[in-house]
């Protein structure tokens, strides 16, 4: 009665088991087949009595493999159970195959969907950058074009901060960055009060307060674009001063961005040679003279003996001949100046030979 029951039961569960839709194999101690259902003997040519040799020298109680036929082109995975006795015997082991090739298809063709998706949206991303950038651009030529004494300052900032990047790094992501933070550094100038922006005298305690906002400002306005971060930082501390005494967060040294400490020669030396409503502009070797004066507290010396090479070899006062308009693009400013980009190291135009 006992046998028949069991038997019976038997059959059943070999029953479920033939319709299940993954294969099912069960090996014995020796790893030889003992059971393996119609979809283990069709996707995984399993026959019964054969042994998986294999699982002799496995340890592991439960892993899993991906299999590849090539006769049928079809990707399996065969997840793998070690069954133990109570004692820690090995007394066979379970192997459920499934096909997983449809699946596999699908994994393909999402990752590449979205491969395909990530680049649309950096070629995009770029496009909007460039767009925005060049509108941020034409705002602050824009905004330096109405005062006279202001009229191209960026530009000219850009310009000398991009030979002195190149003299001494040559064409690289830093220069581009300090290209594009030499055209933008004084963006946040669009939130500080006209009235201020352009008061001839002296500015009071609370005047310059609000000055002091514009690097701010100009990080807060680039911050939303991922890739101009390190432009960002830049531009927040282009008027940090070497010595620590600058503003707005009073870093000091190695602290301070390379690209702002070279943006604040440049900043200063255009405003010193500019003319401005209450003096005449200072001659451009003052000026220099000013800037070498300065080095160790306002400047970072090794920027300004930089500064100091370019402007003896004429490269600086190049600069001075431009003026910009406002509808004039940096390129339409300085035609030569990618076409140099391009072609030259200028750290080679300027070494000694
Ligand atoms: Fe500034």
């Known amino acids: 009665m006992f046998t028949t029951e069991v038997r019976k039961n038997n059959e059943i569960f070999q029953a479920v088991l033939e319709q299940m839709p993954y294969g099912v194999t069960v090996v014995d101690a020796d790893n030889k087949v003992v059971f393996a259902n119609r979809v283990a003997k069709e996707v995984r040519n399993i026959d019964i009595s054969s042994r998986l040799e294999y699982l002799k ?83 602050v030529y824009a905004l330096e074009a109405k005062d006279r004494y202001t009229k191209g300052h960026s530009l000219r900032v850009c310009d000398m901060a991009v030979k002195m990047a190149e003299y001494k790094w040559g064409i690289c992501n830093e220069s581009k960055d300090i290209e594009l933070a030499g055209k933008l550094h004084d963006i946040g100038k669009i939130g500080i009060p006209e009235v201020i922006l352009n008061k001839p005298g002296k500015l009071t305690d609370e005047e310059f307060h609000y000055i002091k906002e514009h690097p701010i400002i100009g990080q807060n306005i680039l911050t939303s674009m991922e890739n101009l971060k390190s432009v960002a930082k830049i531009i927040r501390h282009h008027h940090e001063k070497f010595d620590g005494s600058g503003y707005p967060d009073n870093l000091s040294g190695d602290l301070i961005p390379q690209g702002a400490r070279i943006l604040a020669i440049v900043d200063s030396y255009d405003a010193m040679t500019s003319e401005r409503p209450y003096r005449p502009p200072t001659a451009p070797e003052e000026a220099a003279h000013e800037i070498e004066k300065n080095a160790g507290t306002q400047f970072d010396p090794q920027w300004v003996k930089i500064f100091l090479e370019l402007f003896q070899s004429g490269s600086i006062t190049e600069t001075l001949s431009v003026e910009s308009s406002t509808s004039a693009t940096y390129n339409d400013a300085f035609p030569n100046r990618f076409n140099i980009s391009c072609q030259t190291n200028v750290n080679q135009k300027f070494s000694a030979s």
């Open 57 to 139: 020298n496995e340890q592991r109680r439960v892993f899993r493999k991906t299999i590849f036929d090539q006769v049928k082109e079809r990707y399996y995975e065969d997840n793998y159970k070690r069954i133990f006795d109570d004692t820690n015997n090995y007394i066979g082991s379970i192997v459920i195959s499934r096909d997983i090739t449809y699946t596999n298809k699908l994994e393909d063709e999402k990752t590449t969907y979205l491969r395909k998706l990530e680049e649309k949206i950096y070629e995009l991303t770029g496009e909007l950058q460039v767009l925005l950038v060049s509108s941020m651009s034409s705002l």
